[in-house]
């Protein structure tokens, strides 16, 4: 079957330590695909929010013919 890459940009509670936080990011990717590969792009502390932006393998959609 064939697969594609999307990009996603995606925000994340913080969480009281990094073991929660990576599965709060992993969690959140898997909503659009497999997770690939993935960046903490920015922090807003005041509203505790982390920016995740990522690729995700996704199943291709078929091309109409």
Known sequence: RPMTTHFISAEV?????????????????????????W???DVDVDRQKALVEGYVLVEASPVAA
């Open 13 to 37: 509670d913080l969480h009281d330590t990094a073991e929660e936080l990576h599965s709060a990011i992993e969690n959140e990717l898997q909503k659009h695909g497999e997770p690939l590969r």
């Open 39 to 41: 960046a903490v792009t």
